[in-house]
């Protein structure tokens, strides 16, 4: 017991004199967390937030409550059928005790901000100088594909940044047993994780830094990412193909990509070209790599980890795989970015070996010179385009639809939590705390409901319907041509025809809530 209390002690002082030593990488996470959690209380106080937001808090506040975790939302029995994320399981216990969407907001923050402390100790480990490091961590803050994850649906690869930030630093470090805990972690976080496990695995093994772990780390990323997708997914799904398979220009699965890829490799490598030589695929990049000065990174060996994920992006059929303004970005930008700071250490070593530059000038006046560019391109960029850090700098986090977050709590009330709701995915987000929600489809598919994504349900199957006037509804199409009001009133005229009445309304806040006649 005294041997215990004594290392707490040791540990809590090493804590004390770490913060004491990094006070200014502190004051980074606190400012990118309140920033973060800023941004994600607009998105959803403007109703920005939508399907996606819905299907994470549906299943969270299922495992919080003890509750079977369906996906009314997706139609699955289990919502790891859906991806494969355990590791949401964790917030449970928190979302019970603070059962709100603003504490998915700020966890979301909380856990990409972390991703902030290894950076800067690898950016130290590498370039030396405080000066350096801090600057490296501020080029990492302002990273496009960080930025925009925060600007967008709560997801479950918000583990994934601090964990693969760690996981490089480990591999850097030789340290071995605190990188498999880092994997195995990665490893419940998203079945795409396992490519990046499998990533590493190879690199550990090309490189000979543990030929042995890197055998068996690739083993296991490989054959768990084909268990995971052929197996284990589609029977929590209820014997569903992976729902998410999105490279029909490969193949119509995983294995058939494959097999084509092997008959025709002169086909599959045209195709990867053309994929990456689109116009959002190559916005993208230049977001993702021009402040890093494009060829940096690739100097360093831990842009390997990249490859694969970049592809799965870039390759899909989702448009939305290759456009900046996603989640899609977040996992990768310590990537790059801690690829970009061992290539620069490894351009200094060669630049002070062969081309005999004094190294104290490289550490102390190259090094900061080529970050400060870094970080007035990425700036720029975060300027240019309209970044999310830009909303709090232009007063728009202030404003919210007040008037509609106000009539929430009594439209809850009316409703209660078991009975099946069905509307817009905008508005499912903030009324998913219930054991059956389901989004609204276009007009025309209310009779004959289909949908590959989303759970398809006819407005008759369920006990409410729910619409806010202010917001868009989902014929975007028929309300750009007709008008919003002209989409509501076909929406009230034909709800009030199969038996549906209203028993909320609020014209000043757009609410109007629909009860079916059969619950009477």
Sequence with gaps: MLFRSKKIQSLSLELKQFFIANFEVFILFLLFCIAGTLIGIYRYNNYLDGFDFTVFREAIWKYAHFMWPDSSIRGLNHVEGDHFHPIIILLAPIYFLFGSPYTLIFIQAFFVALS???????????????????????????????????????????FAVPLIAWSIYFIDKRTW???????????VTKEEMYIYI??????????RWNVKLGAITSAFGLLGFIFLNMVIMPLLAGHRSFGYWSYTTYGSSLGNALINSL??????????IRDFTTPDARLTLAMWLKPLLYFIPVISPYFLLAIPLILTKFLSDFQSYSVHTFHYGGPLAPIFVMAFIDGLSRLATLAHRFMKFPQSRIIDTYIPLVLVLGVLISFNITTRFSSPFMFIRDGSIQKSMSASLKDESSINAIIGKEASLLTPDTVAA???DRKKIHALLPYEKWDNPTDKIINPVRPTAVDYVLFNTNLPPPDYALAEQRGQAYVYDLYHRKLLSIGFTVVYENPQSGWRLYENSRLR
């Design 116 to 158: 902030i402390f290894p950076v800067y100790l690898f950016a130290k480990r590498k370039l030396i100088t405080r000066l350096s490091a801090l600057l490296a961590t501020v080029l990492y803050i302002l990273s496009a594909g960080l930025q925009w994850m925060l600007f967008f649906d709560f997801h479950e690869i918000l």
């Design 177 to 187: 047993t605190p990188l498999v805990v880092t994997l195995l972690l990665l490893a």
């Design 198 to 207: 499998f990533t590493v695995g190879v690199l550990l093994f090309v490189m």
């Design 263 to 272: 008959r025709d490799p002169l086909k599959t490598a045209t195709n990867i």
């Design 430 to 432: 903030h009324f998913a």
